[in-house]
């Protein structure tokens, strides 16, 4: 017996940012559950572009789960059922007949490009504006010159995990990036190299952070159930403690 799939799929189609959009329905045969996601909008476009139609525009990069490209708000859920990124999302997690729709993330800070697209330059800001340690130039010093403890470098790991993808925002009820915030804030917050600017760090974060639209936090915690890299909440607490030790300090 065969398990390809049929699907009817609603995606949103948006010719540009000034245009209003709306849903368009499709129908698509002879899926396979082993397919990713997008490979199955890959399928869909080759039909349309074979009808001469314009193709749905979506983003997507490394369709291996680390770029953070690709996010998709899929029957309601940032990523889709699954807790991974839409590139790691496989037809298996859907059935076959079943109705599936597709929407850009919905964020005042993310606004649509183009159909599925997004412009999330606005996490590029965030990064801007403290995202960084200052090093001297010259030769690399040698790996074990600054050690850091076990417990440190795993939290800065966990943090550094996060890709940016901005399924935290579009899962939100606030449109809130405090949980890619926190963990830019974090990652470097629990390393020696990070201490210099750890002060000026948050507070210029969460400044471009409130500047680029994003809500506010008031831990409902969909971000974290969102996040593919499950980046837990208690990285908001971590940058709120920084935040008032910074303001503390410059009293
Ligand atoms: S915190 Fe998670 S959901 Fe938010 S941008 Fe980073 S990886 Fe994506
Ligand atoms: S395309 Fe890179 S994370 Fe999905």
Known sequence: MSDLMNLTLKIWRQAGPADKGGFVTYEVSDISPDMSFLEMLDVLNEQLNAKGEEPIAFDSDCREGICGMCGLMISGHAHGPERTTTCQLHMRSFKDGQTITVEPWRANAFPVIKDLVVNRSAFDRIIQAGGYISANTGAAPDAHATPVPKDNADRAFMAAECIGCGACVAACPNASA??????????????????????????????????????????????????????????????????????????
């Open 178 to 251: 405090m949980l890619f915030t926190a963990s830019k804030v974090v990652h470097l917050g629990e390393l020696p190299q990070g201490q210099p600017e750890r002060d000026a760090r948050v507070v210029a974060m969460v400044n471009q952070h409130d500047h680029e639209g994003f809500g506010g936090c008031t831990n409902i915690g969909e971000c974290s159930t969102a996040c593919p890299k499950g980046i837990p909440q208690d990285v908001i607490s971590q940058l709120n403690f920084d935040l008032r030790t910074a303001m503390r300090h410059s009293r």
